[in-house]
């Protein structure tokens, strides 16, 4: 009678494990169902590039509106996102350079955290998403040699970020490096080597760490983290670790083939029909799908772009091919523009900043779906 009593109760705890172990395998995949939901509503995005990204100043200065303007784009106004807003964009990526603005105990000059605050404050005002990042900060090498001192400053410097903004919504996602990568070296602009790649996956988990620790909003607000350089190389996507977080999605960049998108001698001409290029992007989209899209990684292409020269038709064909991959996927993108003053600064550029036009109507409306 006893043994009887005995193994009813066994059964009913079983049963009871199962059906939470179901609950919680339930919540989880709901929760993964609404982080991926909210990459990808963030939709066309377009990047204020060339400007709080500014650095290598030729003269000494403190003033933080003399880096903003000092590679030909103007102070940055309400007046800028709100055209970028009517245009369509949902996002806008502010890449900001924070070494030039700290001490050497790595405290950021309280002006300069003012001035970025007051760009975000703007953006967010105007009805955008807003990606604010670290971004070609040099001394963030993924080596191995002299990592202690170079984690110390990576987590000061997020923690400063993440206390300042503490009280924004979800709105505002931190970005917690650009193109981490091994800069003067053979393997800089590749994928990098196995070492360089756990010491991403590492610092990726430093910062996720150090976001969640400041309270706040930040226990629940929605982060990027890179591949290495963020590179969508197969090595570069196979040896990337998400951290368990479901609010961390995966940034990366696509500037391919390199012919077309970025050398300004290279091929003017993109055919989306069975051509060298196409066949590289779609080598680059099997490796994004295999190893994130169908891990359920969110994933947001944080830049892409293709140089002028004087071929709008060419772009808007290239850029057509990549958002109908990125809207096949469920994926948010960002075009990077670098803005500028004069026809030499006519790179990336597809907004003059000094009378708010856009200049390639083409390629805007590719960016821009229904």
Not at 286 to 297: E, G, T, V
Not at 312 to 317: G, L, M, T, V, W
């Amino acid at each position: 009678m006893i043994m009887r009593v005995f193994k009813k109760i066994i059964a009913v705890l079983l049963c009871l494990g199962f059906l939470m172990g179901g609950i919680a395998v339930m919540r989880h995949q709901a929760q993964q169902a609404d982080a991926l939901a909210f990459f990808q509503n963030l939709g066309a995005g377009w990047n204020l590039g060339n400007t709080l990204d500014c650095h290598r100043l030729r003269y000494e200065t403190d003033n933080p509106l003399d880096f903003e303007v000092y590679w030909g784009n103007p102070v940055t106004t309400k007046e800028l996102f709100a055209a970028v807003r009517q245009a369509g964009f949902k996002t806008v990526r502010i890449p900001v350079t924070w070494y030039p603005h700290m001490d050497e105990n790595n405290v950021v000059d309280g002006r300069w955290m003012d001035r970025v605050a007051q760009v975000v404050d703007d953006a967010l005002s105007s009805g955008l998403y807003v990606i604010l990042n670290t971004h070609h900060e040099t001394w963030l090498i993924p080596s191995r040699k002299d990592i202690s001192q170079m984690e110390t400053k990576f987590i000061t410097l997020w923690e400063q970020i993440a206390d300042r903004f503490s009280g924004y919504d979800e709105r505002l996602l931190f970005e917690g490096m650009n193109e981490p990568r091994l800069i003067g070296t053979a393997m800089e602009w590749t994928e990098g080597t196995p070492e360089a790649r756990d010491m991403i996956n590492h610092l990726n988990q430093v910062f996720v760490d150090t976001i969640r620790a400041m309270g706040g909003n930040n226990t629940e607000r929605y982060l990027l983290i890179p591949t290495y350089c963020a590179k969508t190389y197969e090595d570069a996507l196979k040896d990337f670790a998400k951290p368990g977080d479901l609010k961390v999605g995966v940034s990366i960049h696509i500037y391919s083939p390199y012919s077309f998108a970025q050398d300004s001698n290279g091929t003017k001409e993109w055919q989306n029909n069975e051509n060298e290029g196409a066949e590289k992007l779609d080598t680059l989209f099997q490796y994004i799908k295999a190893h994130l899209i169908d891990r359920k990684i969110p994933v947001v292409i944080t830049e892409f772009g293709a140089i002028n020269k004087d071929n709008e038709k060419s772009r808007a064909e290239w850029t057509a091919y990549i958002v109908e991959f990125a809207a096949e996927h469920n994926i948010s993108y960002a075009w990077w523009d670098s803005g500028g003053r004069t026809e030499k600064d006519d790179t990336f550029n597809l907004f003059d900043r000094y009378n708010l036009e856009w200049k390639y109507p083409g390629i805007l409306k590719e960016l821009i779906r229904p």
